[in-house]
C-alpha cells in the first residue's frame, strides 16, 4: 500500500490493520465508535470514508491517520500548508447552499487544527 499517492490508499484496510493491532474485536470497536459489526465490515471495505468518523476512529485507535495516511511526509522540517480534500454526503448539505463560504471554512479550518493540537497534546 502506498502513501503518497491519495488515490491508491484504501483507508478501510488501513483502519483494518489498525484495528487488528489494538488487540480490540470487531464488536469491541464497534462499540467504542457506536457502530454496528456490520458497518464495522462496512468501513473495512471502504476507498473513502466521512472525516468526522475518520476522527472519531483515530481517537478510539489513538493513531492520527490524517497526518499518517493523508499528510505527505517531507523531507524540509520548515512549516508548509497542506491541503485536504473532505468528502460530503450531499444529502447533508441544505439545498439553498450553493457553496461554502471563506468563514465555513475557516471555521473548520479550526476545529480540525484544535483536534489535531489535542491529539498531539495528549502524546
Do not use: W
Not at 457506536?34 to 468518523?53: A, G, V
Not at 490524517?66 to 523531507?75: A, F, N, R
Amino acid at each position: 500500500m502506498k502513501k503518497n499517492h491519495n488515490s491508491e490508499i484504501f483507508i478501510g484496510k488501513i483502519i483494518e490493520q489498525k484495528v487488528k493491532e489494538s488487540h480490540l474485536s470487531v464488536s469491541q470497536f464497534a462499540s467504542l465508535i457506536s457502530r454496528s459489526r456490520t458497518t464495522i465490515y462496512d468501513i473495512f471495505n471502504r476507498k473513502s470514508i466521512d472525516i468526522d468518523l475518520l476522527l472519531t476512529i483515530s481517537e478510539v485507535l489513538d493513531y492520527d491517520f490524517l497526518t499518517e495516511i493523508y499528510v505527505p511526509k517531507c523531507k524540509d522540517p520548515s512549516p508548509k500548508k497542506c491541503y485536504l480534500a473532505i468528502e460530503i454526503d450531499p444529502t447533508a448539505i441544505p439545498s439553498n447552499v450553493r457553496e461554502v463560504s471563506s468563514d465555513q471554512k475557516n471555521r473548520v479550518k479550526i476545529l480540525l487544527k484544535e483536534r489535531l493540537q489535542r491529539k498531539v497534546n495528549a502524546r
